[in-house]
């Protein structure tokens, strides 16, 4: 059981060696975009729509604080 963790580990460890030393890296270079894209369409509708958030989830939580109470 333990021999295998550390076979899986290193075969992981082996994986990821190669894709860092992967001498393309167009795909490494889209992934980074794709997250980039994401945090900021994420930090813009958190800042246009902190409000309402706040309202729902309050609002989630009151009830959900009256049904144990």
């Not at 075969?11 to 992967?22: E, F, G, I, S, T």
Request: no cysteine; aromatic share 6%.
């Amino acid at each position: 059981m333990l021999k295998s963790m550390k076979n899986k580990i290193q075969l992981a460890a082996m994986k990821a060696h190669h894709a860092l030393m992967n001498p393309s890296g167009d795909q490494m270079t889209g992934w980074l975009i794709v997250v980039l894209i994401v945090v900021v369409v994420g930090a813009v509708f958190m800042t246009l729509y902190q409000g309402s958030i706040t309202q729902i989830w309050n609002s989630i939580v009151s009830k959900i604080t009256g049904l144990l109470s």
